[in-house]
């Protein structure tokens, strides 16, 4: 799930329009391990093309340049791919280990299914050894790790939190809310004074602007069970937060004709442009924003929970750099792997690009230089939650069975109880599938 800062589509999702789209994995489980360790010779590297990338090429550089002069007989070769085909590009990777990188970058939610298939160097004994990974954020471990094994480092991670008008509040009269209740009531208040705009902008396509209504309610997306995931979608506590979240497509505060088939970056631009009052935005937002109309007239603060003063769980969203299985040059790519994940390194990433360090040392040193990181440092610590550690999550994904599930319910084909049923059973179908 790939979540950064002018990127063309995020993490998203991820799974959407939102931060960041994640692809399927590829489909091949042949072992490509080398069995070899080389010393010397060309290393090559598969990073991601980012919107505007000359600064992170900069950074990257850098690592390269001291890396080769550490390294006699070293060449390090770098290729930033497109994310949107990366999928391709990966699959044939794994499909040939000859054309194949030694040190890769890749969305966190990809890991489980590019380990399912094959592609990604165990590294747990490493990553035990380095020194840095002592201050390696809980979620962002989780994030490299399958079964009880680590297959790569984290890079950066990235949360949403609650954009909000402050212009629009001052001259309401209204306070940042403190629970999902007051969100909606102070989404309406928005809407009903403010017609032209949106109160509380939502997506029916943005499924991690949607789960922390779940989380919030207690539900989960899915629970470990034999070996495996079983769906928990459509828990009495899920269906609560699913409820939460599409009560608030309406004509109140944002129609469902308009709102139903956002994705995650359409409400960002929504309130980058002024039309709403407020919005679900990752820190890697911030950029598009101040880009924007709402420029020098917006805060952010934790996304409200439940009950007064929880912050809702956020998905923790992100990319890794790994080791891909096939290397001749195993120590050379692991040592390469930790310089581009090093805490060094993802400073300079945060300065260069915005990207949130994996690291809270230098998280915390981030939001002290940079206060619109605070919030997000905040829902950080407060508790993220992750998507399950199956290969099935990325068939789950592109098959976009969460926001079909949220569309259902909005436009009234189905109540939540049965959208979630179904979904349910897609979900489970997949865990089963995947084994």
Not at 19 to 43: I, M, R, V
Not at 228 to 252: H, N, P, R
Not at 321 to 332: A, Y
Request: proline residues 5%; charged residues 20%; hydrophobic residues 40%.
């Amino acid at each position: 799930m790939k979540f950064a800062p002018r990127r063309a589509a995020l993490l998203t999702a991820l799974v959407t329009a939102a931060l960041t789209a994640t692809s399927c994995a590829p489909q091949t489980s042949s072992d490509s391990s080398s069995g070899k360790d080389e010393k010397s010779g060309t290393l090559r590297v598969w990073l991601f093309q980012e919107v505007g990338n000359k600064p992170k090429e900069k950074v990257v550089d850098s690592v390269v340049d001291a890396f080769e002069k550490a390294h006699d007989g070293t060449k390090v070769h770098v290729e930033y791919i497109p994310i949107d085909t990366r999928a391709q590009r990966v699959k044939a990777a794994f499909n040939d280990p000859a054309s194949a990188p030694d040190v890769m970058e890749y969305g966190n939610t990809d890991t489980a299914g590019y380990v399912h298939d094959g592609g990604l160097l165990d590294i747990s004994k490493e990553f035990g050894d380095w020194s840095d990974t002592k201050d390696a954020d809980p979620t962002a471990k989780q994030s490299v790790a399958v079964n009880g094994k680590v297959y790569g480092a984290p890079f950066y991670v990235g949360v949403r939190a609650l954009y909000y008008r402050t212009d629009v509040f001052k001259d309401l009269g209204l306070e940042p809310p403190r629970t999902m209740a007051e969100l909606a009531t102070t989404a309406r208040a928005i809407r009903a004074a403010r017609p032209e705009m949106y109160g509380l902008v939502v997506g029916g396509a943005y499924t991690y602007g949607a789960m922390p209504f779940v989380w919030a309610n207690g539900g989960e997306l899915a629970v470990g069970k034999g070996g495996s995931y079983a769906s928990e979608i459509d828990s009495a506590d899920a269906q609560k937060g699913i409820k939460a979240y599409t009560d608030l497509f309406s004509d109140d505060n944002c129609p469902a004709a308009k709102c139903a088939s956002m994705g995650g970056n359409d409400t960002v631009s929504a309130f980058a442009a002024g039309k709403a009052g407020m919005a679900i935005g990752g820190d890697f937002s911030h950029a598009a924003v101040e880009a924007g109309k709402s420029k020098g007239k917006y805060a952010v603060v934790p996304l409200p929970g439940v009950t007064k003063g929880s912050i809702a769980p956020a998905f923790a969203g992100g990319n890794n750099v790994g080791v891909l299985k096939s290397t001749s040059h195993r120590t050379l790519a692991v040592e390469l792997m930790e310089q581009l994940a090093s805490k060094k390194t993802q400073g300079e990433m945060f300065d260069a690009m915005g990207f949130l360090p994996t690291f809270t040392d230098v998280r915390d040193q981030a939001a002290a230089k940079e206060p619109y990181v605070k919030p997000f440092a905040e829902t950080l610590s407060a508790g993220t939650k992750f998507v399950p550690a199956s290969p099935a999550w990325s068939q789950i994904d592109s098959s976009l069975v969460l926001p079909t599930m949220l569309q259902e319910v909005i436009s009234g084909k189905k109540d939540v109880a049965e959208a979630s049923g179904d979904a349910a059973k897609k979900m489970n179908d997949a865990f089963g599938s995947a084994g």
